[in-house]
């Protein structure tokens, strides 16, 4: 599987972390693209999707705080993360949603919330 995502570190609460997700064309043109993340001892979750019209939406518990964007031109995926919470720590990865359900996951990055 060809998702690479980077950009993830450690960084204190109320911070500010960019993630951006690369993949080939023949998986991102076209598609929806999300970021999930899965925490320890927790189910992997969706945390933000955009099509490739960039439409985006989110879940509660991240709205107002991430916002997605993606770069087609580009084949790259964004993740812009603000006012951090140590419940946000996790590993994120990004996929499309046929991806997610087929279990085909790339190489994710690690957000550590912490102070």
């Known amino acids: 599987v060809q998702l690479q995502a980077s950009g993830g570190g450690l960084v204190q609460p109320g911070g500010s972390l960019r993630l951006s997700c690369t993949a080939p064309?023949?998986?991102?043109?076209?598609?929806?693209m999300g970021w999930y993340r899965q925490a320890p001892g927790k189910q992997r979750e969706l945390v933000a999707a955009?099509?490739?019209?960039?439409?985006?939406n989110y879940p509660d518990s991240v709205k107002g705080r991430f916002t997605i964007s993606r770069d087609n031109a580009k084949n790259t995926v964004y993740l812009q993360m603000n006012s951090l919470k140590p419940e946000d720590t996790a590993v994120y990865y990004c996929?499309?949603?046929?991806?997610?359900?087929?279990?085909?996951w790339g190489q994710g990055t690690q957000v550590t919330v912490s102070s």
């Open positions: 064309g023949t998986i991102f043109s076209g598609n929806v």
């Open positions: 955009i099509t490739s019209g960039g439409f985006a």
């Open positions: 996929n499309t949603p046929l991806g997610s359900v087929k279990g085909y």
